[in-house]
């Protein structure tokens, strides 16, 4: 099994500060990461798939880069609506996909 | 608009059994791979099974493996999990979800395994 490993675990910023966040996997998934992002009461909403392709309806803000084992989602100027957890996703291995344990991005 | 919404989620004791719904709209439900995500409470995601848009493939996390059994029905756009031996370790929100088409323009697209659409969760919990 792949294991993506996210971090930091919490990550405390304010609005319109940009956020880096971190996914690395047990072994190489070529580009097949994709970024989620859960707001509480919610189930997760798809940003980024392939690494890097933003999802029908995201905004620009939200960019995904990385390839292999190193992975990182950019939020380049928070907006209220974005403290959340955001969650990494692998099909690198199909069909035995699995998550990272999540970033929470809490309002400093 | 895309709907999917799950139903079937109780208290059930260890050992006991259980059926999971998911109601899809707003898409060609058999054009779709269909999948169950869980969530554990105050914790992450883990994939749970997957099924083809015919129905003839499935596959299914190790963790699940020869007790739970997913399926479809294309004449009803819905989309089952049958869940045996439950443990205290299967309590979760369970989520059905379809994958992501990617489309190449005139109709033509490909299937990606990440979940473009999620329903609103039925959850699920085993206790004695």
């Known amino acids: 099994e792949i294991v993506l490993t996210q971090s930091p675990a919490t990550l405390s910023l304010s609005p319109g500060e940009r956020a880096t966040l971190s996914c690395r996997a047990s072994?190489?998934?070529?580009?097949?990461l994709a970024w989620y992002q859960q707001r509480p009461g919610q189930a997760p909403r798809l940003l980024i798939y392939?690494?890097?392709s933003r999802a029908t309806g995201i905004p620009a803000r939200f960019s995904g880069s990385g390839s292999g084992t190193d992975f990182t989602l950019t939020i380049s100027s928070l907006e209220p609506e974005d403290f959340a957890v955001y969650y990494c996703?692998?099909?690198?291995?199909?069909?035995?996909?699995?998550f990272g344990g999540g970033t929470k991005v809490e309002i400093k | 608009e895309v709907q999917l919404v799950e139903s079937g989620g109780v208290v059930v004791q260890p050992g006991g059994s259980l059926r999971l719904s998911c109601a899809a709209s707003?898409?060609?439900?058999?054009?779709?791979?269909m999948h169950w995500v869980r969530q554990t409470p105050g914790k992450s995601l883990e994939w749970v099974s997957l099924?083809?848009?015919?129905?003839?493939?499935?596959f299914y996390a190790d963790s699940v493996k020869g007790r739970f059994t997913i399926s479809r029905d294309n004449s009803k756009n819905s989309l089952y999990l049958d869940m045996n031996s439950l443990r205290v370790e299967d309590t979760a929100l369970y989520y059905c979800?379809?994958?992501?088409?990617?489309?190449?323009?005139?109709?033509?697209?490909?299937?990606?395994?990440?979940?473009?659409?999620w329903g609103q969760g039925t959850l699920v919990t085993v206790s004695s």
């Open positions: 099924i083809t848009w015919d129905g003839v493939s499935t």
């Open positions: 392939d690494a890097s």
């Open positions: 072994q190489s998934v070529r580009s097949s």
């Open positions: 996703q692998q099909r690198g291995s199909w069909p035995a996909l699995t």
């Open positions: 979800a379809k994958e992501l088409r990617v489309s190449l323009g005139d109709g033509r697209g490909y299937f990606l395994s990440y979940f473009h659409h």
């Open positions: 707003g898409f060609t439900f058999d054009d779709y791979p």
